[in-house]
């Protein structure tokens, strides 16, 4: 079936673009804040793979044809967190980092079998109540710590892992 939705490709058109050229994504890490702005939480996603593997995920997704990143990244959140989430996404959406996703390991530390995929990654404070929607089985909210511990980071899939160490580092959580 191809989708009818302006801007989306059907799947043997998105796999054909994937073989062909790098695609562009936002990546979201959802955090709780205190009143003084320090992150007290960070959210990941339980998701279940094809092949049934569990993992734990950051928000995540593609950037459509004619679409602004800023709505793309609302798009995402309202997607994974649900419609009452309340993101606070920042007036400048700089990112704190750019991923290159390689179908290749070891070029960089991100690896997406799929395709080439540059994503623009932000940390995004969330003040609303969070229900999981689409493919995520839950959300669980990590202290900073617990979050950049081995365990939770091995459950991380594709170099997701080693983003949310440099979100914590970039809100000053890793010493």
Do not use: N
């Amino acid at each position: 079936m191809t989708e009818t939705t302006p801007g989306w490709l059907s799947s043997d058109e998105l796999e054909s673009a994937r073989a062909r050229m790098p695609i562009l994504y936002v990546e979201a890490v959802p955090v709780r804040v205190d009143d003084s702005g320090e992150v007290t939480s960070i959210g990941l996603l339980l998701r279940i793979g094809p092949d049934g593997t569990v993992s734990r995920t950051l928000v995540s997704g593609r950037v459509m044809h004619h679409e602004r990143v800023r709505d793309a990244l609302l798009r995402h959140l309202e997607k994974d967190l649900g419609p009452v989430a309340l993101p606070r996404v920042p007036a400048a959406l700089q990112p704190f980092t750019v991923a290159e996703y390689f179908p290749t390991l070891g070029i960089t530390p991100f690896h997406d079998p799929r395709q080439h995929a540059v994503s623009l990654a932000y940390i995004v404070p969330v003040a609303g109540d969070c229900r999981p929607r689409q493919d995520a089985l839950d959300l669980v909210w990590f202290s900073p710590q617990e979050a950049a511990s081995e365990s939770v980071q091995s459950e991380m899939p594709g170099g997701q892992g080693v983003l949310l160490k440099q979100a914590l580092a970039h809100v000053g959580c890793l010493s």
